[in-house]
Every structure is written in C-alpha cells, then in structure tokens.
C-alpha cells in the first residue's frame, strides 16, 4: 500500500494548512486518505491512523523507532535535560528500570495527602460568585502540588512557580518559532528565562544535597541505586527532577481543566459523579482504595483525555526499513506522527466521535475496541512513567473541587490550542458557585 495525502504545494507543502489549524487538518486529512497518510511538513511525514499500525510502533516493533531528534538531540537535552524524557536506546531502559519502583502505585500512594492539601488550600481561595479561569487555576494547583511531592509537604515556593511557569512559556516558543535559532534572539521571555533557569537549577541542586523533606521525590531519587551499587550523578538527579517539573504538572492540570469544562456543559454526568463521591467517599478523607473505586469517575476522566488528550501528538523515527500491519511501507528514517487527538476521534472507534460520553469506557465498550484506538499515555517501552500519580492526582482534585463548587460557564465554547500539550484556547472563564453544606 502506497500511502497518499493532500495537496502539498512545492518547498511549503503542507505547511500553510497545518500552521494554520494542526488538529483539524490532521483530522480531515485522516478522514479522507485512510489508515496511513503522507503529508509533507519540511519532510515527507507518515500519518498512522490505525490502532494496530500504532501498537507495531510503539510495542511490537519499538525496538526500530525511536524519539524525535527535537528531544534527544543536543538542542533537546540543553532544553530538557539528559533525563528519561530525552534519553534512548539502552540508555533510556537502563534509566527507566532505575526509576521505575519510585513510580510503583504504591510508592505514588504516599504523596496523596500532598495533593489533597494542595486542592483544599487553593479551595479556601475561592468564593461564591468569583469568576475564574479554571485553566490558569488547574495548571497552578497542578504546579504547586509536583512541587510540594519533589521537596516535601511543606515546601512553599511562589518564585519557584513563577521560573518554572517562565520556562514553560520559553520552551513553547522554541519549539514553535519559525526563527532560526529563536533561542539567541536578545529577546524579553529569553533573558527572562535565563535568569529563571538560574534559580531552578540552585533550587533543585540544593534539595539534592539538603533535603527539606527526606520524603520527597527528590531525596528518594538521589539514594536510589542501581543493581550494581552505582547511583545517579547530581547531574543526572537534577535533570530527572527537572523533567518532572515540566511532565509533571502540565498535562495534568490540562486534563482537569478540560474535565471541569466537560462537567459544566453536562450537568447530568456531573450529578452522576457527585452522586458516587457521596455513595463511595461520603464525609470521609479519600483514600487510594476509595478513590480506586470511583469508576464511573474514572470513566469521565477516560472520556475527557479522548476528546481533548493533553499529549496530543509525538513523533516516531524509523531507525530502519519496516512494513506497517496495514501494508504501508516505512523507510529509515522516515518521521512518523502518532495523534491521540485524531485517532481518540475516528468514527472507526467511537460512533458520534465529538459527543461526550462516559459510557463509552465501560469494561464491556473498552474490550470490543483495539488497545491502541486509546492512548492517552503512550504505550509501550516509552509508557508515560508518571500515569499512576496522574491519575491519582485528578481523581483527588476532583473528589475535592465537586462536592464543594459547581461552575457557571462564560463565553463561547472553548476550542483546543495544541501548542506541545492540548491547551484551552483562551483559559475556560467560568464563575465558581459554592455548593450548599
């Protein structure tokens, strides 16, 4: 099968139309070029459609694709750091095995009374009748509470946040400026951030040598050791807690602005997610068991990352030649993009695909589907480490902003802004109504 595409005009290709609205050209050119879509965007690219096409990327055949040079080249590491994020071959198992027990359900467990303290405090804020930006409130509180679970409870930051927002900003527009080296443009956000970076990197560095909290994910990640005794250089600490200041707040402060939003335009699964907190959590301080038995809550959040998946795009290298399960053929080198966003929205896998649907994640919906039409966090030996405290993160925050507020929607329909995450075009303005009791 020969992959075919639109219309690409010479040198710019695609480019115009994919600058100009990314997720719905990506979606009508899946529409009408099918399981395999070759579009030209500075290089020719492979669109992947097709769940089984995808698992044979991310799983069957992992071993031949690799991340994008734009992370692990060294323009990506100066960015990123030489972390698991940007690491590959045997340098990224033998990290990812390193890290892999801090983020075992269990170990993650620990830091849920870090976020439930995170979400009542910035609760307390709130008042009836103010009006809010539940983006900017979810990405704050998102921020605060990786902070607070890297150096300790207690640990309290606000300049912290602010570096951490700055660098956040700063690499958004590196990798979406169309200037050469946007980086050594003597601009405001560059020097801001180089002065921001300065503070992050003490910060981190002096909680590597003196802890606040012996607790924190940054003391357990400077004594964990390899098989062979050897443990992580300061360096090598500093630049996986740098990953997690970024990985760690931002898709999933995104995820529960999006879910709050879903909520306020369906009042009836709302009073269905209400209606369980009071059957299965009551008056009590959730737990890990209780929140794990939040399934029709669990579901909305399914339902939610289906239709606006934070990670909404990343890309594949293939090291060598290959043949899709669809027939398509890979050359080495080709770059391939894989899109939650269009696949978590094909009519192949989800009938009426842009209504909101938490039945769609029944156990019985979620068995009669292929395991790669849903993706939220990747797959395969690139999983996204962080999934249990995620998910264990939103169901919390949830469990708390619910029972207490309901929000009053302002303005149009919000629309998607995928940007490196999937973010709220224009925050999601609403007013917080407090709750009677």
Not at 16 to 40: E, I, M, N, Q
Not at 116 to 137: M, V
Not at 314 to 330: C, I
Not at 381 to 389: A, D, K, S, V, Y
Request: aromatic share 10%.
């Amino acid at each position: 099968m020969i992959p075919r595409g639109p219309f690409a005009l010479p040198l710019a290709g695609n480019l115009p139309w994919f600058l100009r609205d990314k997720v719905g050209f990506l979606t009508r050119s899946a529409a009408a070029y099918g399981d395999v879509v070759k579009l030209h965007l500075g290089e020719p690219t492979y669109l992947l459609t097709r769940a089984e096409d995808i698992q044979h990327v991310l799983v069957d055949n992992a071993v031949n694709y690799d991340k994008s040079w734009r992370l692990t080249s060294e323009r990506g590491k100066r960015l990123s750091g030489r972390g698991l994020q940007t690491s590959a071959g045997a340098t990224h198992l033998r990290q990812r095995r390193l890290l892999q027990p801090e983020f075992h359900r269990r170990s993650i467990e620990t830091f849920l009374p870090i976020v439930l303290d995170r979400t009542r405090r910035r609760l307390s804020g709130w008042n009836d009748g103010q009006r809010l930006d539940l983006a900017a409130e979810m990405e704050s509180l998102s921020l605060s509470t990786i902070i607070g679970a890297l150096f300790g409870p207690g640990y309290l930051d606000p300049a912290l946040e602010e570096a951490l927002t700055v660098r956040r900003r700063y690499i958004e527009y590196v990798y979406g400026s169309l200037l050469p080296y946007p980086e050594a443009w003597p601009l405001p956000l560059v020097r801001r951030y180089r002065a921001a970076m300065r503070y992050i990197d003490a910060v981190i560095r002096r909680e590597i040598r003196e802890p606040a909290s012996p607790h924190g994910f940054a003391a357990r990640l400077a004594a964990i050791a390899h098989p062979d005794g050897s443990r992580m250089t300061e360096d090598q600490v500093r630049d996986e807690i740098l990953s997690l200041t970024s990985t760690g707040y931002e898709t999933v402060g995104e995820a529960l602005a999006w879910t709050l939003y879903l909520l306020a335009r369906h009042p009836e699964v709302e009073a269905r997610v209400r209606a369980e907190l009071a059957e299965v959590l009551g008056e009590r301080t959730p737990s890990p068991e209780g929140l794990s038995r939040l399934t029709y809550g669990r579901q909305v959040l399914n339902e939610s990352m289906r239709l606006y998946p934070p990670t909404w795009i990343f890309v594949r290298m293939a090291l060598g030649k290959d043949t899709l399960p669809s027939g398509a053929p890979v050359e080495a080198g080709r770059k391939l993009y894989v899109s939650q966003y269009v696949v978590h929205r094909h009519p192949r896998y989800f009938s009426e695909p842009d209504r909101f649907d938490p039945d769609r994640f029944t156990p019985q919906a979620i068995a009669a589907r292929p395991r790669f039409s849903y993706f939220p966090f990747g797959g395969g030996p690139r999983l996204c480490i962080g999934e249990h405290f995620a998910v264990l993160e939103m169901q919390a925050v949830l469990s708390q902003v619910l029972p207490a507020f309901r929000f009053e929607l302002s303005g149009d329909a919000v629309t998607p802004r995928p940007t490196i995450t999937l973010r709220p075009n224009g925050g999601v303005p609403a007013v917080a109504r407090r709750r009677a009791g």
